[in-house]
């Protein structure tokens, strides 16, 4: 059974730092990519970022370019988002997902339950 267990959100004031975790099971976590999505309140579905197979290839969402940064411990079966420069636009729940293939582009499977970050003074 595929596993999405995300951790790490929380309050953080403007311009803080949070860094998402994102613990997979259930597959075989280096041989798929993944993608992070977030939901702001009373807001659709916001793509943040995903990574392809080994990192070859990665992008973010216009809004969080050169403030996240995706990553994965394939040893450790997790996917990371680093954000820094939180914004309070920035509040949402963040989901991790699986892709169907080794390409974020491929579309998602497979969601975890999400972690709220909270970006607020």
């Known amino acids: 059974e595929v596993q999405l267990v995300e951790s790490g959100g929380g309050l953080v004031q403007p311009g803080g730092s949070l860094r998402l975790s994102c613990a997979a099971s259930g597959f075989t976590f280096e041989d798929y990519a993944m993608s992070w999505v977030r939901q702001a309140p009373g807001k659709g579905l916001e793509w943040v970022s995903g990574?392809?197979?080994?990192?070859?290839?990665?992008n973010y969402g216009e809004a969080m370019k050169g403030r996240f940064t995706i990553s994965t411990d394939n040893a450790k079966n997790t996917l990371y988002l680093q954000m820094n420069s939180l914004k309070s636009e920035d509040t949402a729940v963040y989901y991790c997902?699986?892709?169907?293939?080794?390409?974020?582009?491929?579309?998602?499977?497979?969601w975890g339950k999400g972690t709220l970050v909270t970006v607020s003074s």
């Open positions: 990574i392809s197979l080994s990192g070859i290839s990665i």
């Open positions: 997902a699986k892709s169907l293939s080794g390409w974020y582009q491929d579309g998602m499977d497979y």
